[in-house]
Structures are given as C-alpha cells and as structure tokens.
C-alpha cells in the first residue's frame, strides 16, 4: 500500500427536496454567486425557479451565466471568469451534472489567477488559490460535486483536458435523488458507465497489500450492477436512484483510490473520442474499457481473475485464468448492453477512420505513455481503438 | 434510504514514518499543544520522544498529561481541563489508541465549557465549540481518530456512555502502520472486533433501499475477515497492518452509516459488562455480538441471511433460511475464536452473577429502550446477557 494523505471536505447533504437549503449554504460563502448551469433541462425545469427563490430568500445576489455542455468549453469558462471578476462573485454555484460543475471549478480557480486558465491544464502553473465552489446536483455520475478534479475541452485543436487540486473540492453539494427521476435511460446508463470507469481506474493497479481497497472497489461496482437496470426500468423509483446518485459520490471523492497507484489511460483514450465525436464520456468509456482490458490483462491476470469473480460472479476456471478473464470482461459488456450502452465504435456508429489521429493526441504525438497498470505508447493505444472497432 | 448529511474533514496523513509530520500539522492550530497519552507503551517506547523532538523543532510548548487508561476516566478528564485552561493550551493532541483519543476529545470540549463536561455525556448540554484535536494513532481499533464520538466511564457509579458531534472529528490523523507492530495478537484481535462491531452496529438495519451502503458494510468485513488472521500471525509484516488500520478508521468515520438508522444496543450492552470487569470492550463485543444476534434475527430473517452470504460465503439453505442464518452467526464466533477471543462469559472468565444488575444499568432502570433494528427493554437485555454466558 501507498503512502497516501486524504480528507473530504465536501459537506453532502442528501435526501429529499434539499435543494431548498442551497441559499443557508451559500450565504456562509458571501454575498453574491455566480449561478451556472447548462442547457434547456434547468431552465425548463422547476428547479431554477426553486434555487434562485433560496437564495434571494438567503438576502444572496445572484448573477448568472448558463450554456455550459457536455464536454465543457474552454471559451465559456472564460467568459465565467471575467463576468465573474466584473460581478466580485463571492461563490460560484453550479446547478447539473459533471459539465456545469467542472467549468464551475475552471471558472473559480481562474478568477484570482492572472495568467491564463488553461495554464493549469496544461501543467504550466500551479494553482494556489480558488473561489469557493457550491454545487446542486442534477446527474449523477461525473463525481465531480466531491470531487477535486475538472476535465475542460480547449476548442483549439480539440484538446480534453483534466486537472486536479483539493482547492477545487466544492464546499458543498446538495444532492437530491427525485432531481434525476427526469433523466432519460441513456442518459442515467452513460452516468454509471462513468462511475464504474471512475471505481475501475483505481481497481486495476499494479499495487500490492491492498486488500480493503480492493474489496471496496468490488463492492461498490456489485451494488452499482444490481442498482443501475432498476433505476432505468423505474426511473420514479426513489430507492434506486438514491443509491446510483451516492455511489457516483463515492466513485470518485477519492476514498477508493488511497493508498494505490490509479490507471486513467482508459479516460484519456476516451477524451479523444468525445472531443471529435459527439458522444457522451459515458457512451465512451463503455466502448473503451472492455478494449482497453483485453489489450492489459496478461500483465496481471490474477487481478483481472478476481474481478471476474468477485464483481461478476464468473464460476472460475481454476485450470484456465483466461478464460475466467475473459468472461469477466463479457459479462461487463453484457451489462453495458443490457443498460443500453454500445461496447464499440460501430455500434456508436463512429467510422474507425481518425483512430491513427486520435492515438497520437492521446500520447502527444507519442511523447507521453498513459496509465500505469501497463504504461501505453501510442502504438499501445492505437491497438486498444483497434479492439474497440467491433 | 433516510436523508443525511455527511462531510469528512478530518485530513488523514497515512503510511511510513508519518509521525514525524506532527510539529508541522499542529502548528497550524496553535503554539501550544496538551500531549496526551496513556500508559506503559507510548513512554517505554521511541515514539514519544519523536512525537516531542518534532513539535519541539516546530516551535511548539509542550505541556504532557499521561495516563489514559482503557475504558478512560472522567477523572483524568477533568485534570486535563484544568491544566489546559491554566496552560492556555490551543490543541489537545493525543497519542495512542481510542482511550487516549476520546479522552482529548473530552478534554477539548470541556475547556470552553463553563459548566461540568459530564453535561454533554448526560445529554444535559449542547456542544458550541471545542478546542481542536490532532492524533498519533497507534492502536487500529476505536476509529476515534477520524469519529465524531467518545466515550467516557463516569467512576461515580462506573456509568460509561457516549456523546458525539462533529465539532469533535479531529483536524488530523497521522497513521503509520508501523506503530503497530508490536501490538500484542490479543490486543490486535481486540481491535478487530471493535471494528467489525462498528460496521455491524451500522448493518444491522430496518431501513429499505440501502443497497449501496450494504455491499460496502459486507465489503469492509470480508477484507477485515481475511486480513486480520495475517496481521496477527505475521505482526511485522506491513501489508495487512495496513489494511487493517485503515479499515478501522473507514469502518466508523460515518461513511459507512450515511442513510441508514443504526442499532448500538450491542454496544450499550458491551459497555456495562467493560464498566464492571476487566475486559477490553473488543473481547466484550466479542461476546455480546453473537448473542445479540441470536436473540434478534427472527426481526429480519433475510438480512441475516444475506449477511451470513454475502460475509461468510454460507452455501445457503434455500429451504431452511434459519439454518443458514445460525450459520452465519456460528462463523463469526468461529472467526473471533480463531484469532483468540472470547465469545462467552465463561471463556472470559467472567461469573454470570450481575447479569440482571447490568441490564439495569443498561436500559436505565429500563426507563429506555436499546437500539433500533430491534428496540430493546431491561428483559431483553437480560435475555442477551443470558444468551451470552455460554
């Protein structure tokens, strides 16, 4: 096990209609917010109406700044900061999914920081200082309200992406479950394809003695399998939808990953896909996942026995590991089908024609490897679009 | 699934050699720091004199109260207080296990508090402030170092009760695996069970829809079931040291309790029995556990059921749903006998003669009732101790 150091600042607070209690929680971060939020869902929805109510109820000026979208916009995150510096925003609100929140956090860290935001994520700056960050959650799947990571799309050359710093861990998230009864079944199946990528980048680790984390891990891609179809098939069903919308919390706060070395070579593989495609990170990461373990397993094929196993159920082979690996790996793409989710570029109906383009992208024209569960050249990743073809 | 709020903030500082950050991480609360620890081990050993060599080297005063004891005293408690107002302390820090630990907490609450600090544990006052509190963690076992709570005996009458509030979760932790090498088997093993007691005191619920937090519960007890045998037979070996501090610490930091109505009555119940005799509240949960279940199941046969499953691998009696839950019950006094523990009065050495006197004690002249998954009154607390003579 790795030494590691861990806190979560984040206060959740979860449960039904708590929504309501966002301008309590606002006002103890100042006096004017900086409401952000994404496309037609919010502002068709009654929810706007209720978080504006809060806060002007809480005496809190609002200022607002919506069009935020999936794979978020470098342009707008821009335009946040310097509304944000015109506005003397105190606190910067997100009302939505990964999207909102991520450009959220790009916009608070770039307020008091003079040179340009994307100097963070290019790795050019460190960052010392942030806004506070409050969030109303609305998808659950990117993390993101716990989390101290944001991914933003630079539009120049289509570049995604992420960084990461504990500043950025919002102060607040207020997470109602019934705020996602609305969301379509693709969409709810592309948020748990999202957390399970989060829970498997820290799965598969070249790391010893870490027992508990891995059966933490185990545990909660168990509970997501068995959650995911019942919310899909009662997306009215309040059970479900708590339990999916507090594991995508849990994914990604962090808490699963102490003490292991972490891959995200998956993640980055998929950044290429949904910045020239449009498709969602989720609907990618279910794609990229089942390639990219069938071009990883033999480095480790006990580990990838054990999860079989153990996340799966697969009656293992004990005189022959591959084959327990491999069923392992397809009853993961079972499941992704079974919640509506393509497993590979033809059923996403992507043209395999840029994958060249796209792994030279993701390694930096084969500068970087990705991931370090089996560390990836551009060749490497070229293979694993390769096997994701279908 | 109950609504709930949750935050974390305790910043956990893991791994090897961690304790010698303790001067850093105190100075950012203050100049001067209470040093508070329990007997023979931490004065015998070199860790105090690190702990000293560090705060000093970080400009820090040092004012030293030793002497916390298993089961800690209001006594020591109230000394503390008195010399921390004289001192003008700013941080109680604690080194050593859960007795050391709650009793600092008791310490930091009673020094802005005007009146008797027992008024908290008598529910008698509510708690505004706190001094703040560090930890040196060298006992895996209470979880007290990332908790809200503490637990203090009250000699006048040997009352032991507990009081929790998240003013009291400590700012840090520093948790080097090491320290806990030359733990002895029995005291490891005491650990253990406190552990595994305090996610079943959360698992043992009536609350629907907790999927998610029931795959995690069974999660963290497997990986204590399999790691815990191996720390004891190996105690320097690093790994599943590890595993098993951290376990302790995630196994009652809350996060494994959100939106579920806990039980506690086997706690309560365990803490007359270490009030009256000298046994380490592990072993007493140990064998008060066992029979609590036996005396509860027939509540929520299907929860036992997927317990002893999910947690023992029981091969289930689909037509007997008893059979496989007495199963699962006789596989965890399997498990505590294997690593060295009691799970009767008689293999404790302790004489069933205060039994009716205790479940007095317990349920207040049964004026209250125990726990929630099953409420409690004086005749079924007795009918418990009854179960556990053995």
Known sequence: MLDFTFSNTTKIIFGRGVEEQVGKEAAVWGKKVLLHYGGGHIVKSVLKGRVVASLQEAGLEIVELGGAQPNPRLSLVKEGI??????????????????????????????PYEGDVWDFYAGKAKLKESLPIGVVLTIPAAGSESSPSTVITN????????????????????MNPELTFSLPAYQTACGVADMM????????????????????CE???????????KAIAEPENYGPRANIMWAGTFAHNDILGVGRSEDWASHNIEHQLSALYDIAHGAGLAIVFPAW??????????????????????????????????????????????????????????????????????????????????????????????????
Chains 1, 2 share one sequence.
């Open 293 to 390: 373990m069938k071009y990883v397993y033999k480095q480790d094929v006990n580990r990838f026995v054990q999860f079989a196993v153990r996340v799966f159920n697969v009656e293992q082979d004990f005189h022959n590991p591959e084959r327990t690996v491999l069923e392992g790996i397809r009853r993961l793409e079972d499941f992704f089908h079974r919640i509506g989710l393509p497993t590979t570029l033809a059923e996403a109906g992507i043209a395999p024609d840029r994958l060249a383009e796209m792994a030279d992208m993701a390694t930096a024209g084969d500068t970087v490897t990705l991931g370090s569960f089996m560390p990836l050249a551009k060749e490497d990743v070229l293979a694993i679009y390769e096997l994701s073809k279908g």
């Open 197 to 216: 990528a989060h829970i498997m980048e820290r799965y598969f680790t070249r790391e010893p003695d870490v027992g508990f984390g891995d059966h933490m």
């Open 82 to 111: 310097e509304l944000a510096r015109k506005e003397r925003i105190d606190l910067i609100l997100a009302v939505g999914g990964g999207s909102a929140i991520d450009s959220a956090k790009a916009i608070a860290m770039g307020v």
């Open 155 to 174: 539009e120049d050359g289509l570049q995604k992406v992420g960084f990461g710093s504990i500043l950025l861990r919002p102060k607040f998230a207020l």
């Open 219 to 229: 545990a909660a891609l168990r509970s997501i399998i068995q959650e995911a179809p």
